[in-house]
């Protein structure tokens, strides 16, 4: 192979999609590494696979379907909030689905993916959209973004939140990292305070919330889209 053959750039991809064939295609289509500089690490059919692949491998991006057995792409994301949180290696997710409904892009949006796009995506545009959201750019087919805009233009969610004005901001700041599955001693390292101190701010926030446990604070948290 001579020196103009090797690709400038290189992303590690994990493809989650429970049809096989597809998956396949995919692989072919894109993941000729010395050709498009894009190494598949892995792949899976389910969202038990998928989470347990994605923490074992750490991509820079999940290609992810939105209907999968187990839960659906949202599932996935949710049990892998902690590595897109990771601020020194993000794990970040492109949805590439045959579905192109509203809903099924909002809710993946609001899981946390960077994107969508829809199988009838060419190779090379599919490639680009990749590096894109490695990058940390959002990337949606054609007429998809208009739903991501106009879902959070119309969020019913009250402009002014007292409950949520009452926490400091970093009290804010444990509060998405507990809502997100993170133990204490991971709040810590990535806040630079001390356990004791992610304890004071727990109990102050219970406390203004008039809440009882992690569980509540977790739903709150989930119901105001604070994940």
Excluded: C
């Amino acid at each position: 192979m001579t020196t103009e053959e090797v690709p400038e750039r290189h992303v590690r991809v994990v493809l989650v999609d429970d049809h096989r064939m597809f998956r396949t295609g995919v692989q072919a289509e894109i993941g000729a590494t010395d050709r498009t500089g894009v190494e598949v690490v892995g792949e899976a059919a389910d969202v038990d696979q998928a989470v347990t692949v994605i923490a074992a491998t750490r991509p820079e991006v999940v290609l992810l379907d939105v209907h999968l057995p187990g839960g659906g792409g949202v599932e996935v994301l949710r049990r892998s909030a902690a590595l897109m949180a990771d601020k020194e290696a993000p794990v970040r997710f492109l949805a590439l689905s045959v579905s192109d409904a509203a809903e099924d892009v909002i809710g993946v949006i609001r899981g946390g993916a960077r994107g969508y796009v829809t199988k009838t995506i060419t190779g090379a545009d599919l490639i680009d959209a990749v590096f894109r959201v490695k990058d940390g750019d959002a990337v949606f087919s054609p007429r998809l973004a208009g739903f991501v805009l106009d879902a959070f233009a119309s969020t019913d969610a009250p402009p002014v939140d007292e409950d949520l004005d009452r926490l400091t901001q970093r009290e804010r700041e444990v509060l998405r990292l507990i809502a997100r599955g993170y133990a204490y001693k991971e709040i810590a390292k990535q806040l630079f305070i001390s356990v004791k101190t992610v304890e004071s701010h727990v109990s102050a926030v219970l406390r203004k919330l008039q809440l009882s446990n992690r569980h509540e604070l977790t739903r709150w948290a989930t119901a105001r889209r604070l994940v």
